[in-house]
């Protein structure tokens, strides 16, 4: 694109914003004139068209989008597009026509080169590898292109994915089209607010989202870009936990969102889905700990993918111990998902010493002090465990001494802690430790 067209781009995009639409329409016409094959500016159009109730032409702007990404195999955006003329329109039996043609090319029609000015989206980052344990279930699923290409066609390798519909069978693919809404938002507009309990996952048609979280020092740590048919807001349905990170617009992005009633109609019916959407994330958690834990925070990035990978990982419901008092320590344990309750019994009665959440350690007390468990671990919901054996976290100590280090004063902590509240100086409340 000349630079020219980029500014005029970035000039209407300006107005959008500024909610100078009939302006934003005007200077998007203008790019238009010069490059009838802007999609993206065509999108915009309709967009505007449809703000301003223009609802005739906004639909003529989506057609135009839709037919071409249609052709040209990017499937989702143009869903996308004929969505968007359904919201305006839901008799509009042209789209429903061009929706059914959509299946079936995802069922199996060769896709072409994306048109003239276009750049490809970037494939699903391929997350870092999962640790495992001897028959721990982690899902196998492949992340295989969704549109299958004739074997004398080898597929280019930007062709987009819909990884999450790729298994569904047409008509709950049709199904689950027809109740996803559309969502558009402006650059920087918060998509998810971590800590928030709301229950809807999105699909990017167009666009990008930055996702952040807040570390255990309170700082904003950017975890992932996200852009043209990946998804997210799966972890919270899956954990049923509130919003693990936030999700912010950075640029306009176009979205699907599925509420949680019907991915839970689709899931049950199609178990596949759940797979991949289990397999992100868990994935998903397992890098953002690495990214905030202060455990790792002395290791390099090849430090920490290679410690995460000795890790054995357990899924375990709630009410279910892990460690006892008075048993041996076997390992570190770092609760990947969920929340557990540490408790210890004076003279038979049981008190309860802290609540530990996602990125936690526990474990390592009678690993450094090489005494019986001193308190009994138990889930309070369902939870994701890793545990590091006995074994492994000596040799990774001895070649990590600022691991040690960190692990020893954590430890300190905690004893005196535990002290304060077996003296009856301390309590473990609602509200967390309240002085007595
Ligand atoms: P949820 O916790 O429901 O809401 C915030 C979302 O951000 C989360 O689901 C994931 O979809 C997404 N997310 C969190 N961490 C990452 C990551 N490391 N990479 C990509 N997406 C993430």
Redesign the pocket.
């Known amino acids: 694109m000349s630079d020219k067209l980029r500014k005029l781009k970035d000039d209407a995009a300006g107005l959008v914003v500024k909610g100078k639409l009939d302006k934003a329409l005007e200077v998007y016409k203008v790019v238009l004139e010069q490059d009838p094959n802007d999609l993206t500016a065509q999108l915009k159009c309709g967009d505007i068209l449809r703000k301003l109730d223009r609802g005739a032409e906004a639909i003529g702007s989506y057609t135009k989008v839709a037919e071409v990404y249609g052709a040209d195999g990017l499937l989702l955006k143009a869903i996308a597009a004929c969505k968007l003329i359904l919201e305006i329109d839901p008799q509009h039996t042209a789209t429903q026509a061009m929706l059914a043609d959509l299946y079936a090319k995802k069922t199996g029609r060769a896709a072409t080169a994306l048109p003239a000015g276009f750049t490809a989206p970037p494939p699903v ?1 391929a ?1 870092p590898p999962l640790p495992r344990a001897a028959g721990d279930e982690i899902p196998t699923v492949s992340d295989e292109e969704v549109v299958v290409v004739e074997a004398e066609t080898p597929p280019p390798p930007e062709l987009p994915t819909i990884p999450l519909f790729s298994d569904l069978p047409k008509n709950a693919f049709i199904q689950l089209l027809e109740q996803m809404r559309m969502r558009s938002t402006l650059p920087g507009e918060v998509v ?1 607010r ?1 800590g928030d309990v709301d229950t809807s ?2 699909i990017i048609s167009h666009g990008k989202v930055k ?1 952040t ?1 807040t570390s255990e020092k309170g700082s904003e740590v950017i ?2 870009h ?1 852009g043209d048919g ?10 049923e ?7 912010i617009a950075a640029e306009e992005t176009l979205l699907f969102e599925v509420s949680r009633d019907v991915l839970d109609q689709v899931v049950a019916n199609f178990p596949s889905v759940k797979n991949i959407l289990l397999k ?2 868990r ?3 397992l ?2 700990l690495m ?1 905030t834990s202060p455990i790792f925070k002395p290791l390099d990035g090849e430090q920490r993918k290679s410690l995460v990978e000795k890790f054995k990982s357990r899924e375990v419901p709630a009410n279910e111990k892990i460690l006892e008092e008075g048993q041996k320590g076997d390992g570190l344990y770092m609760l990947l998902a969920g929340k557990v309750e540490v408790a210890k019994k004076t003279d038979g009665k049981k008190q309860v010493l802290a609540h530990l959440k996602e990125g936690d350690v526990f474990g390592e007390m009678s690993l450094l002090t090489n005494q019986p468990v001193s308190a009994s671990i138990k889930t309070i919901r369902k939870s994701i465990i890793l545990k590091l054996p006995r074994k492994t976290f000596s040799e990774i100590v001895s070649t990590h001494p600022q691991l040690l280090a960190h692990i020893s004063e954590l430890s300190e902590e905690r004893a005196k802690t535990t002290q304060a509240i077996l003296a009856g100086q301390l309590k473990f409340g609602d509200d967390g430790l309240v002085l007595m």
């Not at 990946?230 to 954990?239: D, I, R, V």
């Open positions: 980052a997350p998810i971590e996952m999105f996702i979280k975890l992932a996200l990946t998804f997210f807001g799966e972890m919270a349905l899956l954990s936990a509130p919003r693990s990170a936030s999700v992100f994330y994935q998903r958690l890098s953002n990214a």
